[in-house]
């Protein structure tokens, strides 16, 4: 009987904790340093969620391991609502498959609230790579085996994973350079550090519009209305590297099901407004805001396809 009070104890305090969420300052995770897309998409929802919620949300960034720092902490955090974060490719599907010493796991160890965005990819180089489109830079490239540099937000990041399938599938030789996140990884490609930037289009798109980088191809299923003349990376020839990329709202794993759905409904509420919807098209984002059950099922899903095509391509990732 005492077992049954507490148990309906806790079930009372849940509900009551859902309805009156969230009564303090939300921390929201993001896995990786200021300046990339996943900072760039991530504050866009956290200042929606904000106002729509009334409660600041509270960005943190914690970089490292491709993501992987970042989404542990997520995945560690209290079931209350308090610590949220958000979910990118890297973290969820490239760490989980090619990190032998991860200690999450990519579904279990997390709530799904909704996918924010989808982002096209894109490949770059530094003016100074005597290339003007993607035949030229392949010529080039197998011409200087492993002197040419690109540079990723990591070991284990997306980036690192469509430069190593962009290797196989071109049948070139270059040397990977990881960074911190995106944003380090930037600030050397625009410096020539290096010659090569797999990144995701948001970050690079302004660099690439005043001639600080060259754009060579882009990962979506079309090309983009901002970068017309850009190829997608299936036009030039090199299908396995043309998937666009994803970024989503999380929590831990048992997140109650009220604050998941109040979270959820805020969400989308900020996605449907015209200046949120501005400000992501303006990035190359493209809202989306699907249920959780169908976030869920998106993470499954590229798991399942970027694990076939890693095993098919024996691609390395050292």
């Known amino acids: 009987m005492t077992r049954l009070f507490a148990l309906l104890a806790l079930c009372c305090w849940t509900l009551a904790a859902a309805q009156s969420y969230p009564a303090k300052p939300v921390t929201l995770i993001i896995p990786f340093p200021p300046g990339g897309s996943t900072d760039i998409i991530g ?28 989404a542990k902490a997520i995945a560690d955090a209290a079931p209350d609502g308090y610590t949220l974060g958000i979910a990118t490719i890297s973290t969820h599907v490239v760490n ?43 010529a080039y490239a197998k011409k200087n085996p492993g002197k ?4 990723t937000p990591g070991v284990g990041s997306l980036g690192h994973l469509i430069g190593e399938t962009f290797k196989y599938s071109a049948k070139v030789d270059m040397t990977h ?50 970068l017309p003349d850009v190829p997608t990376f299936a036009e030039t020839g090199q299908p396995l590297v043309n998937d666009p990329s994803w970024f989503g709202l999380i929590g831990p794993a048992r997140l109650p099901e009220d604050m998941v759905k109040r979270l959820h409904g805020a969400l989308v ?30 993470v499954a899903n590229a798991l399942d396809n970027t694990r076939k095509v890693v095993r098919e391509a024996n691609l390395k990732f050292e």
Do not use: C, W
Not at 46 to 66: I, K, T
Not at 206 to 218: C, D, M, S
């Open 43 to 70: 504050r866009i929802a956290a200042e929606g969620l904000q106002r729509e919620l009334g409660q600041p949300f509270v960005v943190d960034n914690r970089s490292g391991a491709g993501g992987a720092i970042g």
């Open 96 to 138: 989980p498959i090619v990190r032998s010493d991860l200690r999450y796991d990519p579904l279990a160890d997390f709530s799904f609230v909704s996918q924010i965005a989808a982002v096209p990819n894109v490949v770059s180089i530094h003016p100074s790579v005597p290339a003007r489109n993607m035949a030229e830079f392949i």
């Open 148 to 151: 040419l540099n690109f540079g």
């Open 177 to 226: 350079v990881p960074y911190r996140g995106a944003g380090p990884a930037l600030n050397d490609a625009l410096a020539g550090q290096v010659q090569v930037l797999f990144d995701n289009l948001p970050s690079s798109l302004p660099h690439i519009h005043a001639g600080k980088l060259r754009a060579l191809a882009v990962a979506n299923e079309k090309r983009v209305a901002s």
């Open 269 to 298: 509420t900020t996605l449907k407004q015209p200046e949120v919807q501005k400000r992501l098209q303006a990035a190359e984002s493209i809202p989306v805001g699907n249920s959780p059950e169908a976030f869920r099922q998106v």
